[in-house]
Each structure stands twice: as structure tokens, then as C-alpha cells.
């Protein structure tokens, strides 16, 4: 896709404390997120988060119990969805079967009477950025999804709105597709510079379009922060285990005292570590919590075939060779942890191998709370 | 080994082969069909060439296309085609309309909605036998309902050389709009929600929601529902039969089915009957070609 000043209007969202139920189940207990202007902000969340919910409460589709959204300071709870200038993106594009790509494309101008020289300009502008002139007469059910996905797309860069409203569009494509129209889509909203709120299940997804990411669970925010902030500071054990590929190692450990020193001794096992800094502030101040998770991500593991000084033996329990990398998976005591190396790794199952890891990378949770210490 | 075994079984309790197993299934349909309708549709295209009167002892005498040359020209056939065409064009027409529109009342979710639309069907499940009879009674100029609530005591109905079409399109417009609603409405409940939540968010008003997306979505059904009803509506007999009396007054209701009928049972002219039936049907097959042009076109296939 070229670059292609369309001029979109930029546009500010807050949301505040939104509630939203239907009957008696609580799809929303008072999320409350922003997004900047031309930031691209990705709602993630498993199904059944409420994260469609939250889209289609700004959109307007669906009127929030209780909470305040905003777009550009203006609050349009009461506003219907035709008055937001917003552009939704279904997850199954809700392209409208009987017209053509052409039609389709030019419903939202013609809807509001645009006259017909511009409708086509636009229409044939729009089909040029998104490389879908040679459909233009098609009917939808001529299309592959990944053709319809950007018709899809296409109906909502063509209004200029104030805000883009995606519902994990890239769901229904297939696997190598969905890799390419990541990047594509990730372009596109950077040249057009228009405000982006995108839902998806997908983490991978998130990691890698979104400027700032918001993990939602059962209705309530999680965490928001930038991918890397998601990534390697998960503030609570569901964020931990949701993000990532694979997830966070995550084994249950207590304090204990080792020579004289307080350190981390992982449950059943002979692994011991030293405190990370946040532990031993929280242990020192009397108020670290006897219950404890350790946390760790596969790369700042490491194994090797030969004993050091400061290594864990562990055994090997299997291997999942994976092309770029493999990833071993190795028991120290009863748990099973996923170490990242270097793909010439290679073991045999239960064999004893040496376990080094990275201080930096290793993260302390509550079990009671399941929330990050620090 | 298995072969041996199957050979031992006695005949009737050996395994059947899919091809037997289709033959078996299929041939007493065809044989019924053959008998019931094939038949007699070749053997009546015949009757229609000849001069043949079932009650008479000769046997059917070839006269070419003499009966259709006679039909054709006899104001009496043309009388019952117009009585005929009027009644398709009105009661197919008032059903459309006021179906379409029950349709769109009803596409929505409202307290008794389902006991309502249960009522709004009985009319439908009646035998057209049935409700000619007891609309006679309601439309009775003496002691029926509907003159008693109009307060038109003596206003005649059925027995009205004008009103009497009315009367029949007023009973077949009662017993079956409830068809087209119903078509109609499982076709409004076809239109995914998304669409107009899409068209929503890109500022469409209802009409145009209505033009652009409603209409051509569920316009495929309408016209099979208007398909059918024009065909059913073109051979209407049962109704005329019964509320107005075998077609009065007069012959001022008497439809081209109720012709056949006089034609072919009581005078016996078995010949010119078979042969107005042959008109009639290529008129309906011509009608519901029309349809179905129709409705390769709005499916996009034309």
C-alpha cells in the first residue's frame, strides 16, 4: 500500500468507567481506557473479555449502563452511531451481498448523498491504496476472504472519519494472510494518521500493531502499556500467561531462608533464586505475601548439556523444534518449564541438562492476589 | 468366505446393493406418477385435439385445433379469463401489501408477539371450503356480521354482480397474507444484523436502509411468495365454489377453473374442456416464467 494523504480528521477517545450488562450477566465492570490522537490502541482480551462489547459501546451500537465515552471531549453516550463519525470494521465485514465491491465501497458516501463524480473519484482512490481495482464489479461471494477483508477495510478509509472501530478483522483469514495484512493494516493506519481502536484475541496481533496495548478480562482492564511493557512486566498472573508465544513460565515459590540469605525457593524442587530487587524491598518492609509465583519467559532461560557453576539440573522432558528456534521443555521438580535456544539444541527425552537463567527476567507475583509484586 | 455365507441366506434376507436399494425406493413414486399425472396430461392433450363427450359411447374423434378455435372466440371464455385476471391482480396484490407490511410489524421483538403471529396464521391452516361457507354467512345481507357492524342492513355482498369479485378477494386476502407474511418475514429475519449496524455507523437513514439493504435482501423471497399465490390464485375454484355459488351471480365470479369444471362435468364436452385447461396452464407457466426472470435478476444471476 502507497502512502496515500487522505487528509483523515484525527480524533480523541476517552473511556470512563463504563458498565454494561445484559440481563444479569456483567459484560463491562467499569472499563476505562484512552486513545490519542492517530494512536493505534489494541483492545486484547480472550472471548467472552467483553473487549466487542467495549467497541461497540463507543461505536454506539450498544449503550453503556453506566460511564462516559468521549471523542473529542464530547461525551456521545446519548449519540447515535451515525452522528460519531466513527468507521466500523466487522469481524465479518457485513459486506452487503447484492451490491458490487463498487456499490459496497460507495454505500457510506452515497448514504449521505454524495454526488456521483466524487463518489467515483474516491471509490477508484480507495480501491487504488487498498490494490482491489480489478474487483470493483464483483459481487461479494466472488471474493476470498482476505479480498473481502479489504473491502471491508476499504469501506471504512473511504468516509475520512474521525476513528477507526476494528472487530478482529484479520480473524477470518488464514495464517500466512493474516501475517501480511498485519503489516498492511499497521501502514495504512500510520499514513493515514486516523485514531484506531482494534479488537482482537489474537496477542501476537496486538504485540505487533498496537502503539499501546489494553488486556481485558472478564470485563475489566488488566493492564495498558506498550507491547514491551505488556510484554515483560505483566501486572498480574492472567496477563502473564495470555500474552507471549510461548507464555510466561509461571511455578509457585515461597521465601526462605539459604545460608544467611533470603531467597526465592521454587516449590518441590532444588531451584533456588536471589531476590529480585521489588521482592526484597516488599520482604524487608514486612509485606511480602508467604504465597508466591515466579514468573519467567522462555528466553531468559537457558540450558545446556554441561554442569556450571550456579546451574539447575533439570531433565528434559521434551523438545519442539520450531524452525528459527526450539524450545525445550524441561522438569524441575513436578513443573514444566519452556526454555527458548538456538535450534542446533538438541537432547534426548530424560536426559539431565543444566539450567541458567536471567536475573533481569525473572518477575514475582502474588498467589493470592495474582497481581505483580513491585 | 462372505460370499458363501450370503449365498446361504435365503432371498429374501440377503443384503440388497445400493443400486437395488434406489431402484426399490424410487419406483413406486414413479409408477404413482406415472399413473396419477403423466397420464392423464398427455392422454387430456389429446382429449383437447378431438371432439370426445365422456358420457357418449364414441370414442374420441380427431378435430386438429378446432376446440382451442372455438374457445378462443367465445366471449364467455374471455369473460372468465377477465374475472379471472382481475381476481389474481387484486387479491395477489392486497396480500402483497398488506403481508409485506405484517412482515415488517412483526420484525421486531414485542410482548405476545408469538401468540399474535400463532393467531395471524390460523386463517391459512383453514379449508378453502370451510371459510367460502362461513364468509357466506358473514357476508349474509340479512343476519351476516359485516352489514350488521357497517350498519348497511340488506347491503348485498356475494349475491352482487360487482361486489361479489370483492367479496372474493376480501376471504382470499384474509386466509392467505398470512403466507406472504410469513415468507416475508423469514426473509427480513435472513438479513444479518450487521448490515444495518454497518449502515448505521455510515450514516444511512431508514429508508435508505429500507431501499438499499431490506428490499433487495428479502425481495428473492417476496417473489417466490408471489409466485406461488399468482398460480394458486389463477386456478382459484374452491372459493367461488362455495361463497358465491358456483360463480354468481349469474357467471359474474366464475373463474376459469369453475369453466373447466362446467365444461367438462356438466355438459360433458370433455374435448373443450381439456382444452381450456391447456390454455390455462400455459397461461400460468408463462406468468411464473416472468417470476422466476425476476428473480434471476435481483439474485444477480442475469
Redesign the interface.
Known sequence: MSPEPTGGTMAELVVENIVKTFGDVYALKGVSFSVKNGEFVVLLGPSGSGKTTALRCV???EKPDRGHIFIDGQRVNEM????RD???V?Q?Y?L????TVFENLA??LR??GTGKAEVNERVQNVARILHIEHLLHR?PHHLSSGEMQRVALG?AII?RPKLFLMDEPLSNLDALLRAEMRAELKRLQKDLGTTTLFVTHDQLEAMSMGDRIAVLDQGQIQQIGSPDEIYHRPANLFVASFVGSPAMNLVPCRLAEENGQRRLIVEDSNWSLPLPPEVARAAQEGRAPSRLVLGIRAEDLSVSLSASDGAVAAEVYVLEPLGAETIVNVLIGPHVLKVRTRPTFTASIRQTVYMTWNQEGVRVFDAQTEKALG | MPVSVRQRRPVWKRALTDQQIKIAFITPTLLLLLAMNIFPLIWSLYLSFCEYYADQPESPRWVGIANYRALLTDPEIWHSFQVTAAFVFLAVGTEFILGFGLALLFHRSFAGKGLLLTLFLIPMMLSPVVVGLFWKFIFDPNWGIIDYLLRLPGFEWVTHPRRALWALVIVDAWMWTPFIMLIALAGLSAIPQSLYEAAAVDRASSWFKFRHITLPMVSPLLIIALLIRTMDAAKLFDLPWTLTDEGGPGNATETVSLLIYRLAFKMQDTGSSCALAYILLVIIIALSNLFLRQLKKVKGEL
Open positions: 461505536a454506539g451500537l447515535p452511531p451515525a452522528d466513527i468507521a466500523f466487522f465479518n457485513a452487503y451481498p447484492h451490491l454505500f457510506p448514504a449521505v459481487r469501506r468516509r
